[in-house]
């Protein structure tokens, strides 16, 4: 019964860490900004930005509305944009030539070099998780709990799953989620100024936490039954 413990939660480490891939591409987002609109309001106009942006391990998605009004009564211009953002497809902001796509912000080398990364640390979390589960699984069937071996490694199998997938979590907030944070704050853009208060961690990241959490009990538990 113990050992059935350890597998599914070893096996819940790998669910996790798999729906962690889905954040290569943005699919799902390791830091978010919710669709929120910002402006600003003066005698002549008022200005507004809604935002809604996930930043992936290789690219970011974002949707964004700009919109001045011209006060009093006057005429309104509004810009639409969405795009997907790729890290490593890098160019000056002022580049006219720059593709859509471009990364032209301060943040692209770091999540560039953090998403590549954790892309590495997340393709061992997996094959450790599975061969902690075979090992797990070896010791459920044969009945073998005194098995010296089989016990060292279904348990340095869960340790490592839990210690790669923290460091991937690691990784990201200091290594992306904290320069996307700086990049808004530092902008010359008052409205994206005013994003940086609304940029949270988001799903990829919290499948990290989760994975490493139950890896870590895995380990625990293993280790436990003699």
Not at 58 to 67: G, I, L, N, P, V
Not at 157 to 168: D, H, N, Q, R
Not at 181 to 201: H, I
Not at 218 to 226: P, R
């Amino acid at each position: 019964m113990k050992h059935i413990v350890s597998a599914v939660l070893v096996a819940l480490a790998a669910i996790f860490t798999a729906v962690a891939f889905a954040g290569s591409n943005a699919d799902i987002g390791w830091s978010a900004i919710p669709e929120t609109t910002y402006s600003r309001t003066t005698t002549t106009r008022e200005t507004s930005l809604t935002i809604e942006a996930r930043y992936g391990l290789t690219s970011a998605k974002t949707k964004s509305t700009f919109k001045i009004v011209v006060n009093p009564g006057g005429s309104t211009t509004e810009t639409k944009t969405d795009v997907n953002i790729k890290y490593a497809d890098q160019a000056d902001a002022n580049d006219p030539n720059a593709s859509s796509d471009a990364c032209t912000s301060s943040f692209c080398d770091d999540c560039e070099a953090a998403g590549n990364t954790i892309i590495s640390f997340l393709t061992f979390a997996l094959i450790a998780s599975i061969v902690g589960l075979i090992f797990i699984g070896m010791r459920a069937i044969e009945g073998d709990e005194k098995s010296f071996f089989k016990k060292l490694v279904s348990t340095l199998a869960c340790v490592l799953t839990a210690v790669f997938l923290f460091i991937c979590m690691w990784t990201w907030y200091g290594g992306c989620h904290e320069k996307i944070y700086d990049s808004l704050k530092d902008s010359d853009s008052a409205l994206l100024n005013d994003a940086e208060k609304d940029l949270t961690v988001s799903t990829g990241f919290a499948m990290a936490v989760v994975g490493t959490a139950m890896a870590g009990f895995a380990a625990i538990n293993e280790f436990c039954v003699s």
